[in-house]
């Protein structure tokens, strides 16, 4: 019986490989990402707002139109405008109209924005090797590589 298995209670086989693969990472991603909102919790943020303000800091002064920072999401969030929103009304971010086009709008991260997050990378970094480091630096590189090809889909 698989470890899997186990773990949900199924007495049943899965179906394929394939079943248990997909479902063994939903399991997983769902785990690690359980243990990084318990940090972002404390600062009454949600992992695709963290997510948002790691984007934007990394896109600087000139800050990004919110189609590009859809594109740029791990996880993607229908509804770009009302996260911006509420990071907006939380000083996080600021908005204002890009110069070159007045139709799009452009978020920046604040000083109060950056201060959150650099709050945030060390004990974020830290839950991520306390999750993780225990594989090694060969096999998070295999991972990783397998992680890849997986999203291929081929």
Known sequence: MSQLLKEIKQTKPFSSLEE??????????????QSSNEVLKEQNLSGQ??????I???????????????????????????????LKKRDLIKT?????DRRVKV?????????LLKRLDNPIQDKNKNLLGHLGE?????????????????
């Open 20 to 33: 248990e693969v997909f479902l063994n990472l939903q399991r997983t991603a769902y785990a690690l990402r």
């Open 138 to 154: 060969d096999l998070l590189q295999q991972l990783n590589a397998l992680l890849v090809l997986a999203r291929k889909g081929k």
């Open 107 to 115: 978020s920046k991260i604040t000083k109060k924005g950056l201060d």
């Open 49 to 54: 707002q963290y997510n948002v303000l790691r």
């Open 56 to 86: 934007l800091r990394g896109a600087g002064e000139k800050g990004l139109a919110s189609s590009q920072i859809s594109d740029r999401l791990v996880t993607k969030d229908s509804d770009i405008t009302r996260l911006l929103e509420r």
């Open 96 to 100: 204002a109209r890009a110069e070159e």
